[in-house]
């Protein structure tokens, strides 16, 4: 070997301790920022609820039930202060931190409770919001950090009063501490442990190409030219091997992302309908004597998700076969009677629109006359969602010497010009205007441009807002 090339188990040993470190290094600060603005948020949640809950009571009945009982939780004190920020009622406890000005507070608030590495990262639950109507405070306390929210007391435009909610943030400042020194120790040990197992890893996997140089030398030296050896392309040990190793990868990277997209679709949309059914079954076992039309709803509620979760799975499995590059079968078929049919299963969908087919006869065309119906279907189905009850929807099929046109026709609202260039990603919906379909699952078009794609098609979409929507198909036309 040249003495200027770096054998490849000093840069394996090398790369590993890089990349382990800076893998370390983000699962321990992200494990650090995530529990950490998540514990504050929930702090200032808390604070937020036991204030307006407070602030409800006094409003409504003039006096809250809460500032005469200890809370649960003897780590919150409440207190109550008239308009002039006199101390007027305060939970027992309270007199452990001294009275604050709220209106101090509401003029000059603090940020959130948690350092700048936290703010870093997204929190796992929103952020209470501030305002001018509250505000949320630092107070130290004989060397401890209190967390204050300030909530007025407003009625009828007038100020009644002050509700202060305070938590002290002494115990969770030492735990995260506490889990910062924690992780730097354990990423630090977890380091030397992963730089000195990747030397001891790498020294095994090289034993092959050690084999493997052998084996070229044995070569040279008997003269034996039946004996092979894959052509070295590197200047290193690795060779043909890596050659071969990263034609491998790239087979087992394409089939694992077709997997872990579908397992990613599959995660997000699935979540909402068996949320939706686990809640309903539970409360229905949970009070077994409901009153029928309210069981009766929630059973509808649990047959409609049902139903919802069987359309997007198909939808999902049909989708996975063109990740999987799974083949139309492909055969002469007649285009005008499989439109017919779907024009037909259409008109039984509609709730009052008029829909309307104009249908050359005897189109013919090259395809799978199912795939073909789906897409006729989903095209119609998707406008009759958006367009009005009285307006039309029209499903036009024509042809010329080469092409088959295919066209479906709404007068709904349009889609907006933004929107217009995501439609046929899976899973997106256009605006909460468009959105009065709860059981869709924004998977139609992106089914659609697929069978399109199959049949060597085209698929254009034109629209604008109050001016509906046309779908164009061009299709080849079989001779």
Known sequence: MPSNVVSIRLRLALWYGILSATALFLMAFFSYALFTRSQYVAQDQVLRLSARHVAAGV??????????????????????????????????????????????????????????????????????????????????????????????????????????????????????????????????????????????????????????????????????????????????????????????????????????????????????????????????????????????????????????????????????????????????LDLSRIALEAFRNAQRLAGGQVVQATVAPGVRVCGDPDRLRQLILILLDNALKFTPAGRSVDLIVLEDQNHVLLVVQDEGAGIPAADQAHVFERFYRADPGRGRDPGGTGLGLPIAAWIVEQHGGRIELKSGEGQGTRVEVTLKRET
């Open 59 to 332: 409003l409504g009945a003039g006096r809250s039930y809460i500032l005469d009982t200890k809370p649960d939780s003897a780590n919150i004190v409440l207190r109550l202060y008239n308009a002039n920020e006199r101390l007027v009622q305060a939970t027992p406890g309270a007199e452990q931190v001294p009275p604050a000005s709220p209106r101090a507070t509401i003029t000059a608030p603090a940020g959130p409770a948690y350092d700048s590495a936290a703010a870093l990262v997204p929190a796992l639950r929103a952020n209470p919001v501030q305002s001018s109507r509250n505000a949320f405070g630092i107070l130290m306390v004989k060397g401890e950090r209190w967390r204050q929210y300030v909530l007025p007391l407003k009625k009828e435009d007038r100020l009644h009063g002050f509700v202060e909610a305070l938590t002290p943030l002494g115990p969770l400042d030492r735990a995260v501490r506490d889990l910062r020194n924690l992780l730097f120790s354990l990423g630090a040990v977890s380091l030397i442990a992963v730089i000195g197992l990747g030397g001891s890893i790498a020294k095994r996997a090289l034993a092959p190409v050690a084999r493997l140089t052998s084996t070229a030398g044995d070569i040279a030296q008997s003269g034996d030219l039946s004996r092979r050896v894959g052509p070295v392309e590197h200047p290193d040990e690795l060779g043909r091997l890596a050659l071969t190793f990263n034609e491998m990868l790239g087979s087992l990277q394409a089939s694992s992302q077709v997997q872990q997209r579908f397992l990613a679709d599959a995660s997000h949309e699935l979540r909402a309908p068996l949320t939706i059914m686990q809640g309903n079954l539970e409360l229905l076992r949970l009070h077994p004597d409901m009153d029928p039309q309210e069981k009766h709803e929630m059973l509808s509620d649990v047959e409609k998700e049902t139903t919802r979760l069987a359309r997007l799975v198909s939808d999902m499995l049909l989708l996975a076969r063109r990740d999987a590059g799974v083949p139309f079968r492909a055969a002469p």
